[in-house]
């Protein structure tokens, strides 16, 4: 099992969701404990090791460290926004 952890804004950026969305990409994000690669989660390009998943117009973007078996949250944000940093 991978370690989650999470960056400081994910916590502001979680708060910032609507509550029903908000249950969903917490569980989503969880399950990526066990698979760190689920078939709905995309490579982003020019990126080494980040990915992400979606759930609707919400992405959850993250790192994983295959070798410390650690998942790194980066940025939930709507699609709109949160490739902006990248």
Do not use: C, W
């Not at 969903?24 to 390009?45: D, F, M, Y």
């Not at 117009?57 to 990248?86: M, N, P, Q, T, W």
């Amino acid at each position: 099992m991978y370690s989650l952890l999470y960056k400081k804004s994910v916590e502001k950026d979680l708060r910032k969701l609507p509550a029903s969305i908000r249950k969903v990409i917490i569980k989503k994000i969880q399950t990526l404990s066990e698979n760190p690669q689920p078939n709905s989660s995309v490579k982003l390009r020019g990126a080494t090791n980040l990915y992400r998943i979606r759930h609707m117009d919400y992405r959850v973007v993250y790192s994983v460290d295959s070798g410390e078996l650690i998942i790194l949250v980066i940025k939930v944000a709507h699609r709109r926004e949160v490739y902006r940093d990248f």
